[in-house]
């Protein structure tokens, strides 16, 4: 069966420092969405991208976040400047049909020092 | 902006009892789905509600959707160990494309 995957598993940062996150969609998928889930909270959205652009973005998606499909397969998560309150976990997820079932990647555990 | 409150936040239970948790929305709902997210694990996609008053089962899993599509249950029955983990509701209002998740119920299961 067709997953999303993430990579890395983990990474550690200092704070200042750019990380880009990496998933793997569902190939044939077109919705694609990032979350993000503080240790032992909700799971919060942060941006929706449909056909090359970004369709939604949250309150929390600000200047710091940026969102990038480069190829046909890899949709990046690009933190700028991470602050100590962007460690979570990120989890990727897409679909076939937008606001509807999601399918999530196993997540990327962020921890900025 | 758009809430989602699940109740309760925690529940504790003996294996055999059955449970329920309870989601309600600040906003009436195209659709609502439900993501059961193991320890440690991410989550993972159960089901999707859309009609008004609709009720749903797989297995001891059974999903409702409130007359107004403002509110929501999951009810387990005859809990087991495997049923452990934090089960979330999601709503979906039209207009947007985002899916805004509910606070989360942690279900425990004493063996």
């Known amino acids: 069966e067709p997953e999303v995957t993430q990579t890395p598993s983990h990474q550690v940062t200092q704070m200042g420092q750019e990380v880009i996150l990496r998933c793997v969609p569902i190939s044939n998928h077109l919705y694609f969405y990032w979350y993000r889930q503080i240790l032992g909270q909700k799971v919060e959205f942060l941006v929706s991208f449909y056909n090359n652009e970004i369709s939604e973005k949250s309150e929390i998606f600000d200047d710091q976040f940026s969102v990038e499909r480069p190829d046909g397969s890899n949709f990046t998560l690009k933190i700028r400047s991470t602050k100590l309150e962007d460690s979570a976990m990120y989890f990727c997820?897409?679909?076939?049909?937008?606001?509807?079932?999601?399918?999530f990647g196993p997540g990327t555990r962020l921890t900025v020092t | 902006g758009q809430q989602v409150m699940q109740i309760p936040q925690y529940q504790h239970v003996q294996e055999g009892e059955d449970f329920t948790t309870y989601c309600n929305s600040s906003t009436t709902l195209s659709n609502i789905q439900w993501y059961k997210q193991r320890p440690g694990g991410h989550p993972v996609f159960l089901i999707q509600?859309?009609?008004?008053?609709e009720v749903k089962k797989q297995k001891r899993l059974t999903f409702q959707f409130g007359e107004a599509k403002k509110n929501s249950s999951l009810h387990i029955t005859a809990t087991q160990t495997t049923d452990v983990g934090t089960y979330f509701c999601?709503?979906?209002?039209?207009?947007?494309?985002?899916?805004?998740f509910g606070t989360g119920t942690k279900l425990q299961v004493i063996p």
């Open positions: 997820a897409s679909n076939s049909r937008g606001p509807s079932e999601q399918y």
């Open positions: 509600l859309v009609k008004s008053g």
């Open positions: 999601a709503g979906h209002s039209g207009g947007y494309q985002k899916v805004t």
